[in-house]
Antibody, heavy 122, light 108 residues
Framework: QVQLQESGPGLVKPSQTLSLTCTVSGGSISSGSYYWSWIRQPAGKGLEWIGRIYTSGSTNYNPSLKSRVTISVDTSKNQFSLKLSSVTAADTAVYYCARRVVRGVTNWFDPWGQGTLVTVSS | SSELTQDPAVSVALGQTVRITCQGD??????ASWYQQKPGQAPVLVIY???NRPSGIPDRFSGSSSGNTASLTITGAQAEDEADYYC???????????FGGGTKLTVL
């Protein structure tokens, strides 16, 4: 059973770069046809898709964040990572990694990591 | 604002049936998936595709779709079903996933 776990600093200063890693266990990040994704949720608010990296290494980002986001993969460590540059207080949120499955007109996110809170503050 | 619209809050009496809806143009072309989120926890997939439940999800959860509206129905709501529910599909371009704003379900 595939499991995901986020890791990274819980506090980032304004204007700096937020960096998080998602470790995949129970299966290879390189196998299958999956979209390894990042999603965030500010306190008391809804879910926002940030972006994803496909098994092949191709990426796709939320247009509203595209200029600041980079998602990469390290297959040797079975991990994928998120970098969000020039952060502000508005980027304070719980960040989740999740596996997205697409089958024709159907898509879903499963499983999800437990989430990690990142606070942007000086 | 999200391209998928959900009612902010819905309530249901214990044991009764409740429907949570999600509206958006992309739902005419793509199925929605549904997630349950309890306080302090990560979202959990409850319905995907036409009407598929992952292993471990009770059969009181079901999904349906008509036109631009997807629905999550809980038949015989239990106290443990009190949670936030989010729908997910694609944006109007079809290129990116998007979530609805979420519905807070209260079981009375």
């Amino acid at each position: 059973q595939v499991q995901l776990q986020e890791s990274g600093p819980g506090l980032v200063k304004p204007s700096q770069t937020l960096s998080l890693t998602c470790t995949v266990s129970g299966g290879s990040i390189s196998s299958g046809s999956y979209y390894w994704s990042w999603i965030r949720q500010p306190a008391g608010k809804g879910l926002e898709w940030i972006g994803r990296i496909y098994t092949s290494g191709s990426t796709n980002y939320n247009p509203s964040l595209k200029s600041r986001v980079t998602i990469s993969v390290d297959t040797s460590k079975n991990q994928f990572s998120l970098k969000l540059s020039s952060v502000t207080a508005a980027d304070t949120a719980v960040y989740y990694c999740a596996r997205r499955v697409v089958r024709g007109v159907t898509n879903w996110f499963d499983p999800w990591g437990q989430g990690t809170l990142v606070t942007v503050s000086s | 604002s999200s391209e998928l619209t959900q009612d902010p809050a819905v309530s249901v009496a214990l044991g009764q049936t409740v429907r949570i809806t999600c509206q958006g143009d992309s739902l005419r072309s793509y199925y929605a998936s549904w997630y349950q989120q309890k306080p302090g926890q990560a979202p959990v997939l409850v319905i995907y595709g036409k009407n598929n439940r992952p292993s471990g999800i009770p059969d009181r959860f079901s999904g349906s779709s008509s036109g631009n509206t997807a629905s999550l129905t809980i038949t015989g709501a239990q106290a443990e079903d009190e949670a936030d529910y989010y729908c997910n599909s694609r944006d109007s371009s079809g290129n990116h996933p998007v979530f609805g704003g979420g519905t807070k379900l209260t079981v009375l």
